[in-house]
């Protein structure tokens, strides 16, 4: 079975330019999370859905960043404008449950750097 | 609030050593959810094990074993005869019941297996 898909697995891009990370969960889960990884601040989670619908996201940093599953084979995450410090590792992960005891499974992530 | 505490930030062995990794964990709820994950130097994130809070009996798997201790809120992990492939970093993370899904992580162990 294929696990979480990322694309673009690199990025490189200039301050002020739109980002948009994509993810492709592991086919019947429903819970879908995304992190993001930094020297500074380790992983810490940005925003998580159930069934499509987005539960908290208390952790996205201010109101560049935005996410949306429009359906349950699909997440972006979109940062507009972007700025050198939102360089990061981000992850997208999944679960098969609305159950914590359900480890997630996380994709190889998407390597951000914004010049 | 939920915090993980991996005291640990680097360690290096001598392959055939054993090592252990320490995790530490503070969280109020009654039933929580331990794991931990391996981080290559390639960069993705791998699920090694999923611990609940009502089960305490410790785990091996080949070369892999965890010893979870609720009295002292511990989940340390030891490698056995490490071997330079285990050279990565190790995260240890929690997750609640209820409402809160998202995977808290610590900050990470190094380990640096020389061969």
């Known amino acids: 079975d294929a696990g979480v898909i990322q694309s673009p697995r690199h990025e490189v891009t200039e301050m002020g330019q739109e980002v948009t990370l994509r993810c492709k969960p592991i086919s019947g889960h429903n819970s879908l999370f995304w992190y993001r990884q930094t020297m500074m601040r380790g992983l810490e989670l940005l925003i998580y859905?159930?069934?499509?619908?987005?539960?908290?996201d208390s952790g996205m940093p201010e109101d560049r960043f935005s996410a949306k599953m429009p359906n349950a084979s699909f997440s972006t995450l979109k940062i507009q404008p972007s700025e050198p410090r939102d360089s990061a590792v981000y992850f997208c992960a999944s679960s098969p449950r609305t159950n914590s005891n359900q480890p997630q499974h996380f994709g190889d992530g998407t390597r951000l750097s914004i010049l | 609030a939920q915090k993980v505490t991996q005291a640990q930030t680097e360690i290096s062995v001598v392959e055939k050593e054993d090592v252990t990794l320490d995790c530490v964990y503070e969280t109020r709820d009654t039933t929580y959810y331990l794991f931990w994950y391996k981080q290559p130097p390639s960069g993705e994130l791998v699920f090694l094990i999923r611990r609940n809070s009502f089960d305490e009996q410790n785990e091996i798997s080949g070369r892999y074993s965890w010893d979870f201790q609720k009295s002292t809120s511990s989940f340390n992990f030891t490698i056995t005869a490490s071997q330079v492939v285990d050279s990565a970093v190790y995260f240890c993370?929690?997750?609640?019941?209820?409402?809160?899904?998202?995977?808290?992580f610590g900050s990470g162990t190094q380990l640096t297996v020389l061969p």
């Open positions: 993370a929690l997750s609640g019941s209820g409402s809160a899904r998202q995977l808290t």
């Open positions: 859905f159930n069934n499509n619908v987005p539960i908290d």
